[in-house]
């Protein structure tokens, strides 16, 4: 099976600007999760997708956003940027509860 | 709500057995763990699930006390690919299925 894809894999934006990243789970896996990731603060979660509905949301702004696809594929969203959004943004998606998650390679941003 | 891992930084000597604590407050359905390698993705080693069931890579082993809540990540006979930062992943019971919040990981260099 083809592994998570994450698209782009490096972004440059300034402060201000909007972003979206994209993000395709393996084939049959219907849930994907994003997270994002400092030096600091680890593995921060941001938001789960099943089936087109997103079911679980951690502790950031409205700035993010995200959806999902009737491929299963998500995309998340940010407005505003901010400097301090400069993150490597993961998505995992896996077969459902009880099973583990593949990640992806990650998306790259910074924020100048 | 994000679990606690223990210790904080490990250093090995290949072949020294080490182990990586992981607790939460919350009652857990699952415990997820994962390794991270520098400039990579998160690869999956195991799942426990409430109830005993374990799916993960034959050569690595972990516990998980559902009573007191906590999973431990055992590595025998380290070797350098070992290295890298180990993070833990629970879901809690009733109200968060598929929302794997990580903890803070636990960074481990082996070392010849």
């Known amino acids: 099976k083809a592994g998570v894809t994450q698209t782009p894999r490096y972004l440059i934006k300034t402060r201000g600007q909007q972003v979206t990243l994209s993000c395709s789970p393996i084939?049959?896996?219907?849930?994907v999760s994003w997270y994002q990731q400092t030096p600091g603060q680890g593995l921060q979660f941001l938001f789960e997708?099943?089936?087109?509905?997103?079911?679980n949301k951690g502790n950031f702004p409205g700035r993010f956003s995200g959806r999902q696809f009737s491929n299963s594929r998500s995309e998340m969203n940010v407005s505003t940027l901010e400097l301090g959004d400069s993150a490597l943004y993961l998505c995992?998606?896996?077969?459902?509860?009880?099973?583990?998650?593949?990640f992806g390679p990650g998306t790259r941003l910074t924020v100048l | 709500q994000q679990p606690v891992q223990s210790p904080q930084a490990v250093i090995l000597r290949e072949g020294e057995d080490a182990v990586i604590n992981c607790s939460s407050s919350?009652?857990?359905?699952?415990v997820h763990w994962y390794r991270q390698k520098h400039g990579e993705a998160p690869v999956f080693l195991m799942i426990?699930?409430?109830?005993?069931e374990q799916k993960g890579h034959e050569k690595i082993s972990a516990s998980f006390n559902e009573k007191k809540q906590q999973s431990s990540l055992y590595l025998t006979a380290s070797q350098l690919s070992y290295s890298g930062t180990y993070f833990c992943?629970?879901?809690?019971?009733?109200?968060?299925?598929?929302?794997?919040?990580f903890g803070p990981g636990t960074s481990l260099s082996v070392i010849p």
């Open positions: 997708y099943f089936s087109e509905t997103q079911r």
């Open positions: 084939s049959g896996h219907r849930s």
């Open positions: 919350k009652a857990l359905y699952s």
């Open positions: 426990l699930l409430k109830g005993g």
């Open positions: 995992a998606s896996s077969a459902g509860t009880g099973y583990y998650r593949f």
């Open positions: 992943g629970t879901e809690v019971m009733g109200t968060s299925y598929d929302k794997v919040i």
